[in-house]
């Protein structure tokens, strides 16, 4: 368990860690030359049962919040620090405000320099106490009168805790925090004969030594952060093979980095976790006790470790009230990491005032339709614990299936539990490059409805065409859905037979694309000028001039034996027989399966002609959706779907 201090300044907090734990957490030589504690400093001790509790000591000045926050998002209990000559002071409120908002409701307090006071003055304390924490998460939280330096009280606080640490430790055990690898950074340094350290609190998963891990975002520019090894780590001030969710550790680092590469703010996660963020969606709560939050609002963000100065722009209302709740998008000046779940501290402009705390929810957000009634209720769903729930309504939602890598991370899943989450839903699964898509049932059945209903309006508005190309056929069922799927969904009802195909067309089964007895004459008479050639056939106009046809006439025509499937208009008034085009595919395809591509130049070689020649027929198929390009090349589409030019 990390327990936490909070507290005005001066109230003892550092005085007290010392006197549970033999250490001093002021760790910098101006904080002990001064008597004040100015950053994060750290204490560890031995527990009975062999497990170690662990103190992040913060400190208490005003202009220092943003030192005790990036501390606070780490702790697991909350110990007040409260003078009692004072009392509760303005930094004592500002604190627990914080941790309320931050969601912390396991604490105690600590009523410290009993020994100054008499009885009378430690009962009014208490009572100031108990008023101030009602309304606030640690409401009924213990008060421990004690004395650090005297040593009075300090083992009934000592006891207290070891005892809320074997019950922690049991949650852990029974409620673990599986999931990715993720430590946020409030600490780097470089020790002799070891290199750069980073410490943090581990948020999810699990590392050991020989890891590799990335430390993102960078400000080097490099969008994937750096990549580091684990050599060697201690873990809640022990050395260990292994740290885990809930264990403050310190990682010895090795790679291609240096020490003002890493800074506080960075996280240390796992390579699949790495995916640096400037907006995501939350929800938000302002205390009772501060103004209220307009849109647009400018603030710091306190997310993890990083200070970050940022945006609120709202999606429910043009103000969220005093101790109301709300959906927010937070738009940020500059990169962070973060997943579902994460809790936030928004501070003013000034970094003076809190503005509000909040949840992450969304990580990756829509660009457009922010404040639609669908979008809150996923945003609504989200807030609940079970990423089952919003899968459901997101594969609904989404036509053209949800990004399972995006909800994996945005949910920091490992693979195995996502894998298992996805049988557990039904989902239809279609890999598409790196992208993992998935469909509902329901929402697989549909879009397969929607491509057959296409399908009959097209041959309805057009009977004289074979059909409709693959690409544009997909891009009139949905045009934001992936081509890899909508491959699967084509192979799916070719094989059921609801659909068919004839060379590069796609068509319903019934459907048969005819041309009158004159075009089928006229035509007669031009294809031996066509075939003379067939991979450089003669264009429109010189098919006009030598067979003496009005150009017009020959144009015509051609456009009606390319609706129906038997000329391709490969280039502007560039038309090629659909044997042809049957085999320069085929050539392709063995130009693929001999260089992994086809280029302008060994199509050329192969074919015969100009190259500007091999350049259009290239293009062609990178239109129709055979081939992609990619540089200078063009790559075969990996589809068994792809080679039906092969087979018609």
């Given at each position: 368990?990390?327990?936490g201090?909070a507290g ?10 010392k ?5 001093d ?13 100015l ?8 527990q ?16 220092l ?5 990036a501390g606070?998002t780490?702790?697991?209990f909350v ?9 509760p ?6 604190h627990?405000?914080l941790?309320?908002?931050?969601g ?9 320099k ?8 430690i009962a ?28 009075a ?6 006891a207290h805790?070891?005892a809320?640490?074997?019950?922690h ?9 599986p999931?990715?690898f ?9 020790l002799?004969?070891?290199?750069t ?9 699990r590392?050991g ?5 990335v ?12 990549r ?12 260990a093979?292994?740290?885990q969710a ?6 010895a680092?090795a790679?291609?980095?240096e ?13 699949a ?5 400037k907006r995501f969606?939350a ?10 939050l ?9 997310l993890?470790?990083a200070?970050i100065?940022?945006r ?8 969220i ?6 959906l927010a998008e ?7 990491l973060a ?10 402009a000034?970094?003076?005032r ?10 990756f ?7 639609s009634?669908?979008?809150l209720a996923?945003?609504?769903a ?6 089952a729930?919003?899968l459901?309504?997101q ?5 053209a ?10 949910w920091?899943?490992?693979?195995d539990a996502a894998?298992?989450?996805?049988r557990?839903?039904?989902?239809r699964?279609v ?5 993992l ?10 879009l397969g ?5 296409v399908?009959?309006t ?18 009139l069922?949905?045009?934001?859905l ?5 491959d ?20 319903l089964?019934?459907h048969?694309?005819?041309?009158n ?9 031009l294809q031996?000028l ?8 003669p264009?429109v106009r010189?098919?006009?001039r ?12 051609f ?6 499937g ?5 280039a ?8 042809a085009v049957?085999?320069l595919a ?13 280029r302008a130049?060994?199509l ?31 790559v075969l ?7 039906a030019w092969?087979?018609?």
């Amino acid at each position: 368990m990390i327990v936490g201090t909070a507290g005005h300044i001066d109230h003892g907090k550092t005085t007290l860690v010392k006197a549970l734990t033999g250490v001093d957490a002021d760790r910098l030589p101006q904080e002990k030359a001064r008597g004040i504690t100015l950053d994060l400093g750290y204490a560890y001790v031995p527990q009975a049962d062999g497990s170690v509790l662990g103190f992040i000591d913060v400190p208490g000045h005003e202009k220092l919040v943003h030192n005790m926050l990036a501390g606070a998002t780490g702790i697991d209990f909350v110990l007040l620090v409260v003078a009692a000559a004072d009392g509760p002071m303005p930094q004592t409120r500002e604190h627990l405000e914080l941790l309320d908002l931050l969601g912390l409701d396991r604490g105690a307090v600590a009523l410290t320099k009993c020994d100054a006071v008499d009885a009378a003055r430690i009962a009014a304390a208490r009572e100031e106490i108990d008023a101030l924490l009602a309304a606030t998460r640690l409401q009924g939280s213990p008060v421990f009168a004690l004395s650090a330096t005297t040593g009075a009280g300090v083992a009934e606080l000592r006891a207290h805790l070891d005892a809320a640490a074997a019950a922690h430790q049991k949650r852990d055990a029974d409620v673990s925090r599986p999931g990715r690898f993720r430590l946020a950074i409030d600490r780097c340094f470089t020790l002799a004969g070891i290199g750069t350290v980073v410490t943090g609190t581990a948020g999810a998963g699990r590392v050991g030594a020989g890891d590799t891990v990335v430390i993102a975002p960078t400000e080097r520019g490099n969008h994937g952060g750096i990549r580091a090894r684990i050599k060697s780590l201690h873990v809640q001030g022990r050395p260990a093979q292994h740290g885990q969710a809930g264990e403050r550790c310190a990682l010895a680092l090795a790679g291609g980095f240096e020490k003002k590469d890493i800074e506080r703010g960075m996280w240390v996660v796992e390579a699949a976790a790495a995916r640096p963020l400037k907006r995501f969606q939350a929800e938000l709560r302002v205390p009772a006790t501060q103004p209220a939050l307009r849109h647009w609002t400018p603030v710091h963000l306190h997310l993890g470790a990083a200070d970050i100065t940022a945006r609120v722009a709202l999606l429910e209302g043009a103000q969220i009230a005093p101790g109301a709740m709300a959906l927010a998008e937070i738009l940020l000046d500059r990169e962070t990491l973060a997943v579902r779940g994460d809790r936030f501290v928004l501070r003013d402009a000034a970094a003076r005032r809190n503005v509000a705390g909040g949840r992450v929810l969304d990580c990756f957000p829509p660009a457009r339709h922010k404040r639609s009634p669908a979008r809150l209720a996923l945003l609504a769903a989200l807030r609940n614990d079970d990423p089952a729930l919003s899968l459901r309504l997101q594969a609904g939602q989404s036509a053209a299936g949800v990004d399972l890598g995006r909800f994996a991370t945005n949910w920091n899943l490992a693979d195995d539990a996502a894998a298992a989450l996805w049988r557990a839903a039904g989902l239809r699964l279609v890999r598409s490059g790196e992208d993992l898509i998935g469909f509902s049932a329901a929402g697989w059945q549909a879009l397969g409805e929607r491509l057959l209903a296409v399908l009959a309006t097209e041959h309805q508005r057009a009977p004289d065409m074979v059909g409709v190309e693959r690409e544009r056929l997909r891009r009139l069922t949905l045009p934001t859905l992936a081509r890899a799927a909508f491959d699967a969904l084509a192979a799916e009802l070719l094989a059921a037979g609801r659909l068919a195909a004839t060379r590069a067309w796609l068509h319903l089964p019934a459907h048969r694309a005819s041309l009158n007895a004159g075009d089928r004459e006229l035509f007669a008479a031009l294809q031996p000028l066509l075939a003379a050639q067939p991979f450089g056939p003669p264009r429109v106009r010189d098919v006009a001039r030598d067979s003496c046809i009005a150009e017009d006439v020959v144009r015509q025509l051609f456009r009606r034996l390319a609706r129906a499937g038997e000329l391709y208009p490969v280039a502007h008034d560039h038309y090629f027989t659909a044997e042809a085009v049957a085999n320069l595919a085929a050539i392709v395809a063995e130009l693929n399966a001999e260089n992994a591509a086809a280029r302008a130049a060994d199509l050329r070689d192969r074919i015969g002609g100009g190259r500007k020649v091999a350049i259009h027929i290239l293009e062609f198929f990178d239109r129709i959706g055979y081939t992609h390009r990619v540089r200078d090349e063009h790559v075969l589409r990996s589809t068994g779907a792809t080679h039906a030019w092969l087979n018609n």
